[in-house]
């Protein structure tokens, strides 16, 4: 069981950056992959980014491919995304997720087996 809390999000202003956290609780944090994933009001969670349990393998969806950057510290049990040159399609509430099975993190939502509570970025045009 591993319980994750985000935290990091905030208002600001297109072409700004932000870098959102998510800490879990747990002794084996090193032994999950892990997910970011979004929701904006009215649309279906989609995916952001995933990093393989050591962080050597991270993908993003490709409406963030080369502005977020995923990354994790074992040792301090947390994920983090980085976001640069934000849009306003940017603005969701963003969730952070552990796969306990997965190696290398997976894009499908239905892979993960435990989900924060969200925290909110909004990207003010």
């Known amino acids: 069981q591993v319980q994750l809390v985000e935290s990091g999000g905030g208002l600001v202003q297109a072409g700004g950056s932000l870098k959102v956290s998510c800490a879990a609780s747990?002794?084996?944090?090193?032994?999950?992959?892990l997910g970011w994933f979004r929701q904006a009001p009215g649309k279906e969670r989609e995916f952001v980014a995933a990093i393989s349990r050591s962080g050597g393998n991270t993908y993003y969806a490709d409406s963030v491919k080369g502005r977020f950057t995923i990354s994790r510290d074992n040792a301090k049990n947390t994920v983090y995304l980085q976001m640069n040159s934000l849009k306003p399609e940017d603005t969701a509430v963003y969730y952070c997720a552990a796969d306990k099975s997965g190696m290398y993190g997976s894009s499908w939502f239905e892979e993960y087996d435990y989900w924060g509570q969200g925290t909110q970025v909004t990207v003010s045009s």
């Open positions: 747990g002794r084996t944090f090193s032994s999950y992959a």
